[in-house]
Structure formats: C-alpha cells, structure tokens
C-alpha cells in the first residue's frame, strides 16, 4: 500500500505561483505511476497530470499545458506539482493519486490510492 500526503496550496492572487508536494509513505513508491487531480465545488473530479514511474513520460490537461509542471523524486518518495500563471478557474482541492498502471491515466478509477488534498484558491 500507499499512502500519501499532499501540501503547498495556500491562497493566491492570479499570475501567482505554486508548488504542491506529495509525500508518499510505504513500499515500492517508484513502481507506481502518479497523478494529480483536482476537485471544485460542486464538479467533479478531474484529471490535471500524471508521470510515469521514471519520471521520463508525462501528461497533461490541455486546460493546465504550459502553465503546470508534474514531477517526482523517487528516492525521497515525492511527487510535485509546479502552478504557475494560476487563474481563478484553477481555484479547487488539488490530490495526489497513485496508480499500478504501467502507463500514464487520466481517469480517477485507474488509480488505486489517493491522498487527503489540498486546497488552492486563486483570487482575481
């Protein structure tokens, strides 16, 4: 199993920047490709990036391609999401997600563990 934590969001002003981390705990985390999804009120939940389990493939959302940056560490069991030129649009609860996919996923049902998130809002 995985678990995993999430940290870095905060309040914003639009333009402003991020950096979420997720900090995964158990065994065999570079077996696991991961991802980061995003929740606003009253949507659902949808698919921001994911990386493969070297880190040498990644997938974007065309809503975040160019503005946001996923990457991992594995010897520290880490994940990253850089958010940069936020809008208010991006405002939502950012989560981690791990999957035992070989490849990269963009539905929340192929990932096997998630994280509690964390909460960025943009203001205009």
């Known amino acids: 199993q995985v678990q995993l934590v999430e940290s870095g969001g905060g309040l914003v002003q639009a333009g402003g920047s991020l950096r979420l981390s997720c900090a995964a705990s158990?065994?065999?985390?570079?077996?696991?490709?991961m991802g980061w999804f995003r929740q606003a009120p009253g949507k659902e939940r949808e698919f921001v990036a994911a990386i493969a389990m070297s880190g040498g493939s990644t997938n974007y959302a065309d809503s975040v391609k160019g503005r946001f940056t996923i990457s991992r560490d594995n010897a520290k069991k880490m994940v990253y999401l850089e958010v940069n030129n936020l809008k208010p649009e991006d405002t939502a609860v950012y989560y981690c997600?791990?999957?035992?996919?070989?490849?990269?996923?963009?539905?929340?049902?192929?990932?096997?563990?998630w994280g509690q998130g964390t909460q960025v809002t943009v203001s205009s």
């Open positions: 997600a791990a999957s035992r996919s070989l490849w990269l996923r963009s539905r929340a049902n192929e990932y096997d563990y």
């Open positions: 158990g065994r065999s985390f570079s077996n696991y490709m």
